[in-house]
C-alpha cells in the first residue's frame, strides 16, 4: 500500500476500514470491508473496495451436528420466529445415510474465503475469488440394503482462487496429481 493511500488528506478523507471477528461452526473468521480514494497522477481519483472474509484458525475447526441445530435455532429466534429445526426432522434422512446418532455427527468448514477487489477504473478491478469448503467427517454408510460399500467421508468444495494458502487449508485433491 503506498504512503499516498495511508495518508487522509491526500485520498480527500474518504477512507472507511470496516471489520468483523466472528465465528460459524467453531471457524473463526475475520471479516474486513475497506474503501479508498486514491488520487491519481492526471488528478482523476479512483474509487477502490475490498471484501475479504477468511479463517483465522490455524486448523480448521468442527462442530456436532446437535450443536448446529442449536445454534441455527437461536438464530431463528433471535430474529423473531419462524419454524425451528428440530432433530426428528432430520433424522430420517441422515439415518438413510448411516448416521445413526446427531450428536456424534461433525461438521467442518475448512476453508470460507470470499476476495473483492473493485475499481472505479475497470481496468483495476479483479475478478472475484471464493472458496468454500464443508465437510461432514463421520464416515456415511447407505441404507443396510446396499452393503456392498461406503463412504468415510462427505464434503463439497467450491472454489474460484488459485491462491495457495486457500487451496491448502480446503485439503483438495487434484485429479491430475493422483494420476500421476
Known amino acids: 500500500m503506498s504512503q499516498e493511500v495511508l495518508n487522509i488528506e491526500a485520498a480527500g478523507g474518504n477512507n472507511v476500514l470496516a471489520f468483523v471477528d466472528l465465528t460459524i461452526l467453531n471457524c473463526n473468521l475475520k471479516g474486513v470491508y475497506q474503501y479508498q480514494v486514491i488520487k491519481g497522477q492526471n488528478g482523476e481519483d479512483e474509487k477502490k473496495t475490498k471484501i475479504l472474509v477468511m479463517p483465522t484458525d490455524p486448523e480448521a475447526q468442527s462442530m456436532t451436528l446437535t450443536e448446529l ?64 469448503n464443508f465437510v461432514i467427517l463421520n464416515p456415511v454408510h447407505p441404507d443396510e440394503s446396499l452393503k456392498l460399500f461406503n463412504i468415510k467421508s462427505l464434503g463439497i468444495a467450491v472454489y474460484n482462487t488459485n491462491r495457495q494458502k486457500i487451496i491448502e487449508r480446503m485439503k483438495l485433491e487434484d485429479i491430475n496429481q493422483l494420476l500421476t
Open 69 to 132: 441445530v442449536t445454534e441455527i435455532n437461536n438464530i431463528i429466534e433471535s430474529f423473531g420466529g419462524g419454524q425451528k429445526v428440530t432433530e426428528e426432522s432430520m433424522k430420517s434422512t441422515l439415518e438413510s445415510l448411516g448416521l445413526k446418532n446427531l450428536a456424534d455427527i461433525q461438521v467442518q468448514i475448512r476453508q470460507l474465503f470470499v476476495y473483492v477487489d473493485s475499481s472505479s477504473i475497470k481496468a483495476n478491478s479483479k475478478p472475484c475469488e471464493y472458496a468454500f
